[in-house]
């Protein structure tokens, strides 16, 4: 299960107009990509909080 996550953002002023997350790996490749086709525009990534434990999470009632 992936626990570790990356999340990629490309923004075209204040509006995120791309919202990908990713392994880190697979993220940074990702990244990479999108900072040669949006030269002009800001990509940013970002660690996210680690996915809870599957065996720690209560059912719905």
Do not use: H
């Amino acid at each position: 299960m992936l626990r570790e996550r990356r999340r990629v953002r490309v923004w075209f002023g204040d509006t995120a107009i791309s919202d990908y997350v990713a392994a880190p790996d697979i993220a940074a490749r990702y990244e990479e990509a999108m900072r040669r086709r949006f030269a002009g525009l800001r990509v940013t990534n970002d660690e996210l909080p680690p996915l809870p434990d599957p065996a720690t999470l209560q059912p719905l009632k």
